[in-house]
């Protein structure tokens, strides 16, 4: 029996961006190809005996070892042992090296590592859109951050911004005519972000807010006295619940958003995996 050609995909991180090069090859060829991946190779033992394997079997190996020491130690042993190989990154990373101005990394497992932080965004995106404007209140034990304010002091927009960012950011509007939910009680102090802003500064955001939705005239969603009294009730809440306060008058979102996230770091820091 006839026996099938093999190739051997070596790889100091999982191996699929060698595998889809194989892959892809092998699709121009009319006849089975076998695929033996090799993934998380770090050693020289370990290519010095998968390239015996392979001179044994009459494999060719195709690799993406990215460290320099581990590709030069391949190329020796698989030379010696006239074993056929391709090495996949190595002439890619040379060439693109004459072109720009600054030196590749040579950590494996770079674009996973990007895949996960574009999967972490992802799922902090959606989880702000979940757990936006307090209406689902079990969201804010699983949050980074809770955001507390009146309506208009920027939750929402902030909370994107950070989910951007890989953040969970939950939050919840402060009415005086709407009971706390018990769950906002359960979230440690460290936890909350207070946000406040000057009555007349909020006044007129809510005023523009009501004109850009077609309102004219005195709403008490705009009334001055209103708003002050949503503010006391607002300070008392935070008082209650021990969070850190931030005044948002005249912050941008992204200066907020900043002076938070500092936060959380501080906090990741100081309570570790308690965070």
């Known amino acids: 029996m006839e026996k099938i050609p093999e190739i051997y995909i070596v790889s100091d ?3 699929e961006t060698a595998e889809s090069v194989a ?3 092998i699709a121009q060829f009319d006849e089975d190809i076998e695929i033996t991946r090799i993934p998380f190779v770090r050693h020289t033992e370990q290519i010095k005996r998968i390239v015996q394997d392979a ?5 060719m190996i195709c690799h993406t070892l990215v460290s320099m020491e581990l590709r030069e130690t391949f190329e020796r042993f698989a030379k010696n042992a006239g074993v056929a190989y391709v090495d996949i990154l190595g002439h890619m990373l040379k060439t693109l090296e004459t072109i720009t101005t600054t030196k590749p990394k040579l950590k494996p497992g770079m674009i996973h590592r990007l895949d996960e932080e574009y999967f972490k965004k992802v799922e902090a995106i959606e989880f702000a859109v979940k757990y936006d404007d307090g209406k ?3 969201g ?7 955001l507390i304010g009146v309506s208009r002091t920027s939750k929402t927009p902030l909370s994107m911004y950070m989910a951007h960012k890989r953040i969970k950011v939950a939050n919840l509007p402060l009415v005086p005519e709407v009971n706390l939910p018990e769950e906002i009680f359960r979230v440690p102090p460290h936890r909350i972000i207070g946000l406040i802003i000057d009555p007349y500064k909020l006044n007129g955001i809510r005023t523009e807010r009501m004109k850009a939705l077609g309102f004219s005239g005195v709403a008490n969603y705009t009334d001055i006295t209103r708003i002050q009294d949503e503010l006391v009730y607002a300070k ?4 209650r619940l021990h969070c850190t306060v931030i005044d948002v008058s005249d912050k941008a979102i992204e ?3 900043s002076k938070i996230m500092a936060i ?3 906090n990741k820091e100081f309570y570790g995996d308690k965070y």
Do not use: L, N, Q, W
């Not at 008392?236 to 008082?239: A, F, I, L, Q």
């Open 255 to 257: 200066e907020t958003a």
């Open 55 to 59: 001179s044994e079997s009459g494999a």
């Open 136 to 138: 689902i209140p079990s």
């Open 13 to 15: 991180s999982v191996g």
């Open 264 to 266: 959380v770091e501080k």
């Open 236 to 239: 008392e809440v935070m008082r």
């Open 140 to 146: 804010f034990e699983k949050a980074d951050i809770v």
């Open 23 to 25: 892959k892809a090859t």
